[in-house]
């Protein structure tokens, strides 16, 4: 038996009527049009600070760049949806990285041997995780704040504190990190199917409706008969490949295994696009399309910066501020009251 729960993807309630003179805002959402306008505002300021900002060049420099990101923020909205969070996704995808690149080399430079290791450890640490917060009872902020230390301390363990390997000898690899299709790196191509599948499952499926209301009401979805604790666990698991393919992109795109260097701090980058896109931490809401604005106005941002030689310091006060602000209108939109402050 199914959950009844609608996706909360816009701001229009199931079976309500459409008010007609906001249709089509109501249908996209609020959320998504502001980031639509703060998107337009970064893209227009910055190409009038520098002539090559909006070239195409540059664009797919930031799409390049904002496609680590964009895989571990999907899968990040998916299990803030679940009322979960996962703060090693950063560690996990130093894992893949770093075994790619030893497996490749040990293995005579078997490319689909160094991939099919990586996926293999991402699953296996997406199913700890999910087995350490189920049947261990711990509380998912925990588990994974410890599993981002300990992943990132395998990662160096297992380089010895260096990048490993060297995959740019190999077709494969050089086509996942600098190839292009129809005029769009591969990168990116493998970020819109990963977002399209993931889209689809959440909106389409029985099981993304189940997903949404084990997030919005865990009790009654344990009464319909929900099976909560094999959605979790097989949402960590997906997490884990998730970020094993991105490790895997780490390390075509650079040129090696990285053990730290390129996934730390992913995991923060993630984190504030799920929510500024519109996932609220408290579970049962979010939606793919406004976590990819969010992840393009990130990187947008980012890279702006970065032309105009602001200081990379800047840019992480820049991303704390607006996580902060992602929740604080998250907090006004659901009326809940301020923490120790009367109604």
């Known amino acids: 038996m199914t959950s009844t729960t609608t ?15 906001r249709g089509r805002i109501a249908l996209l959402g609020g959320q998504n049009l502001s980031l639509i306008g703060a998107l337009a505002a970064v893209l227009v300021l910055f190409g009038l600070l520098n002539d090559n900002y909006l070239s195409w060049s540059n664009l797919q420099v ?29 560690s ?5 990285s770093v075994v790619s690149a030893m497996v ?22 997406g199913l700890l995780n999910g087995a350490v917060i189920v049947y261990g009872r711990v509380n998912p902020t925990i588990a994974t704040l410890a599993g981002l ?10 380089s010895d504190g260096r990048a ?3 995959v740019l000898n190999n077709d494969l690899f050089v086509f996942l990190g600098r190839g292009k299709i129809a005029g769009l790196p591969v990168m990116v191509w493998i970020l819109i199917a990963v977002a399209l599948a993931v889209h689809l499952l959440l909106q389409y499926t029985d099981i993304g ?3 949404y209301a084990v997030g919005g009401n865990d009790t009654a979805a344990r009464l319909a008969g929900i099976k909560i604790n094999k959605y979790l666990i097989a949402v960590y698991a997906l997490i884990g490949v998730v970020a094993a393919v991105a490790g895997i ?19 923060l980058k993630a984190i504030t696009a799920a929510a500024l896109g519109g996932a609220a931490l408290k579970g049962g809401k979010g939606s793919i399309g406004g976590t990819l604005l969010a992840v393009a106005l990130l990187g947008c941002l980012e890279n702006g910066l970065t032309v105009q030689g602001i200081n990379t310091f800047w840019q992480n006060v820049a991303q704390g501020a607006l996580l902060v602000a992602a929740v604080v209108i998250q907090q006004r939109r659901s009326g809940e009251r301020a923490v120790g402050l009367p109604h």
Request: glycine content about 14%; charged content about 10%; proline content about 6%.
């Open 209 to 211: 409706r189940n997903l």
């Open 7 to 21: 996706p909360p993807s816009t701001d229009v309630k199931a079976g309500e009527p459409q008010p007609p003179r």
């Open 104 to 125: 490749f080399t040990s293995t005579g430079s078997n490319a689909f041997l160094g991939l099919a290791a990586a996926i293999g450890v991402g699953l296996l640490i």
């Open 164 to 166: 490993q390997g060297y």
């Open 62 to 90: 930031i799409a390049e760049a904002a496609t680590l990101t964009g895989l571990l923020a999907i899968v990040q909205t998916v299990v803030i949806i679940c009322a979960g969070l996962d703060i090693s996704v950063g």
């Open 92 to 96: 996990q995808a130093g894992v893949a």
């Open 249 to 267: 992109l780490l390390t075509a795109r650079t040129g090696s295994g990285q053990p730290v260097s390129g996934s730390e701090g992913l995991e």
């Open 149 to 158: 230390a300990a992943y990132k301390g395998l990662a160096q363990l297992l």
